[in-house]
């Protein structure tokens, strides 16, 4: 069975930083394309920023330059490093493994989802 467990969400002010950690059980996420999406409520869920080995990685124009997506096999975990966060990062953040090699934008091509961690940023 594959669970996906993120942590590290929290409340932070404008312009603070805050990592997140996604642990991966029952998948190997140095195989495979593994991503952040984040939903706000009544909008649809949106890819963020996503990594396939250790040196591709895609990210969306509006996290461009600030976040930055990694993996660590030896812990099978993926992290997400926010920095110079803005009040319009305020989402539930979600994790994300997909069974290819191949990155995808689209929420319908991922497998696995974790249950979400809450990134609140203050004005």
């Known amino acids: 069975q594959v669970q996906l467990i993120e942590s590290g969400g929290g409340l932070v002010q404008a312009g603070g930083s805050l990592k997140l950690s996604c642990r991966a059980s029952g998948f190997t996420v140095s195989r495979n394309a593994m991503a952040w999406f984040r939903q706000v409520p009544g909008e649809e869920r949106e890819f963020v920023a996503g990594?396939?080995?250790?040196?591709?990685?895609r990210y969306s124009d509006s996290v461009k330059a600030r976040f930055t997506i990694s993996k660590d096999s030896a812990k099978n975990m993926v992290a997400l490093e926010m920095d110079s966060l803005k009040p319009e990062d305020t989402a539930t953040y979600y994790c994300?493994?997909?069974?290819?090699?191949?990155?995808?934008?689209?929420?319908?091509?991922?497998?696995?989802w974790g249950q979400g961690t809450q990134v609140t940023v203050s004005s």
């Open positions: 990594v396939v080995g250790n040196t591709i990685t």
């Open positions: 994300a493994a997909r069974g290819s090699e191949v990155l995808s934008f689209s929420t319908q091509l991922y497998d696995h």
